[in-house]
C-alpha cells in the first residue's frame, strides 16, 4: 500500500481554495513548494482582500504575492506525485475536497484524517517551520504533513517493524532484549521454534496485561513500539544486584544543561525521600556519571572508561536510557540516547 500525507496552506478566494504552500510526503521524501498567485491581488473582491489580510497576519503568515512556482503547474505536480499511490491523507474537509476534485476518476483514494480519529491540527512545535512565514509559530504545510505522517505510523500499520527486517525478527529480538525470551547463540534467527517465540510474547502480553494469545497482534507491536528503558522488565535482578555499600552518593552530568541538572536534581530527591540514600552534586569526584551517548558509545574517561559500553542505542525512538548497577562502589555511569529529542 502506497501512502502520501499532504498539506496546503493557501486562500479562500470566490470560494474557491487557492493553495500558497503545499507539502507531500512518502515519510521518507518530502515535496515542498510556495505557490505564486493565481491572480492578482487588484482582482479580489473587498470581502475576499479582507480574508486574504486576515490570513496573511493570524494564520499561516505566508503573503499573497509571494511565491516561485507558477500556479498553473499545481495540478500537475499533484497528478505526477500521486500516481501509483492507493490512499492520499489529508486534514479538514475543504482540503479534503480541493484533492478530490483534483484526484476525481483516479486511483488514488483521498481521507480526511479528521474522519479517522486525528483531531484538528493546532499550531505544533513538534517539527521546525519553513521560512515562508512572516512569524515564527504559525500554520506550515511542512509541519503539518510531518504530523500527519506521524499520525499515520502509530495507528496504521506502517512501521518501523516494517522498514527494516521482518516483524518477527524485530519482535524476537525485542523479546530477547527484555527478558521474555532466551537468547539464542545461534544466529540464524529461523531455527528459534515457533512455540518458544509464541511463548516469549504470551510472557510479554501477560506482563503488559494484554490478552495473552501468543500471537503478536497490533496491540502487542504497538506497545513494543512505546519508549523505555533499556534494562530487562524481569525486576527480580534488582534485588541481587550488587548496591551500594556507602550512603552518601556524588553524581556528575557530563555537559548537562540547566533543564538537565534541575531534572536531575529532583529525580534524585526523589529517590533519596524513599530511601537511606542522598545524592548530592559534585564537578569533580562522582559515583554517578550521566551523560548523553550515541548509538555506538564509550565509557567516559573519570568514571567506568576507557572502553566502549557494550549496550548500543537505537536511534530516536524504543529505548531512551539505560543504566550500570552499583558494583564495589565505583563510579557507575547512566547513558541517555542523545537521538531523542
Ligand atoms: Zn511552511
Ligand atoms: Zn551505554
Redo the contacts with the bound molecule.
Sequence with gaps: MKILTLDPQGFMVNNEFIVKELAISNGTQIYHSIFKPKTDFSMLSMKDKRTVEYLENNHHGIKYNDGFVDYKELDDIIEKISIDIDIVYVSGHQKYDFLSRLLEGKHTKVVNVENQGLSQLKLNRDYPQCMAHKDNFQMCSLVNCKRIWKWNVDVNDVDYFAKEDSIDLKAKSYLENYGYLKKSNNSDQEITEYSVYSDGITKFQEFFNLKPTGHLNNETLNLMKQRRCGVTDFAQNFVIMDKWLKKKLVWKFVRGNMDDELMTTSEFNVWQKNSDLSFHKNETHNDILIKY?SIN?TFHKSCGGPGK?T?NFDGPGIVLA?AYFPQDDTCREI?LDSSEK
Design positions: 551517548s558509545h559500553c549496550f539505560h547513558h
